[in-house]
């Protein structure tokens, strides 16, 4: 009984979580991200005590984004499968963990990356549009 109960409640929980196994992993890369260009700035800013206070804020923010994600993949499955809930959020997730990165990359390098990529996009832009 206890045996057929668990292989249920396996079989249920993979399937709920497999769809969205590839979002669940984004985060943590792109959170680990951060945090490695987030602990370069502090080095760059003479901070000398890196506090578990401090790092703890990691681990919370991973929690509310996996929460948003799965909230959205509930949403995706009871209201409409057809409007990309999970990825949405995923945007936005990307959006502001990029936004922190790039800060961090500021501090510590001098420049922005999301400039020189937009620059570079430009250029790329302007080469194509006059080939036309």
Known sequence: MISKLSTYLLTGLSA?????SWALIS???IVGIDTVTGVMAA???DVKNIESRKMGRVVSKIIYYFSAIIICNIAALHIDDQIPF????LV????????SIDEN???TFGFSF?????KGFKKLNRKDSEKD
């Open 27 to 29: 985060v943590i890369v």
């Open 16 to 20: 709920f979580f497999l769809p969205i």
């Open 86 to 89: 999970v990825k949405l959020s």
């Open 114 to 118: 999301v400039d020189k990529l937009l």
């Open 92 to 99: 936005a997730i990307m959006t502001i963990e990029v936004k």
């Open 43 to 45: 080095g760059k800013n």
């Open 105 to 107: 990359f500021r501090k």
